[in-house]
Nanobody, 114 residues
Framework: EVQLVESGGGLVQSGGSLRLSCAASGFAFSSFAMTWARQHPEKGFEWVANIGDDGRTWYEGTVKDRFRISRDNAKNTVYLQMNSLKPDDTGVYYC????????RGKGTQVTVSS
């Protein structure tokens, strides 16, 4: 059974940084792409970043120059380093297996104050 547990969220001022972590278990982590997504209170759900099993990355346009996704296969963990945060980045952040919505964890809240 796929289990994903996100952590690292919190309250931060505009311009600040946070690093999210997602601990994975129940599947062959190193063989799968991993994805971060967020649920914005007004804008809805969107995919934010993806990292392939080969390390190749994709970013949604508004975060491309500010967020960085990485993975540590030895720890079965995927990370999202978020810099230059903006109030529009506020939301619940989820990780998922390869854009599969149904695999997401319970999420971690990120709140960016102006």
């Amino acid at each position: 059974e796929v289990q994903l547990v996100e952590s690292g969220g919190g309250l931060v001022q505009s311009g600040g940084s946070l690093r999210l972590s997602c601990a994975a278990s129940g599947f062959a982590f190193s063989s799968f792409a991993m994805t971060w997504a967020r649920q914005h209170p007004e804008k809805g759900f969107e995919w934010v970043a993806n990292i392939g099993d080969d390390g190749r990355t994709w970013y949604e346009g508004t975060v491309k120059d500010r967020f960085r996704i990485s993975r540590d296969n030895a720890k079965n963990t995927v990370y999202l380093q978020m810099n230059s945060l903006k109030p529009d980045d506020t939301g619940v952040y989820y990780c998922a297996v390869d854009f599969q919505y149904g695999t997401r964890g319970k999420g971690t809240q990120v709140t960016v104050s102006s």
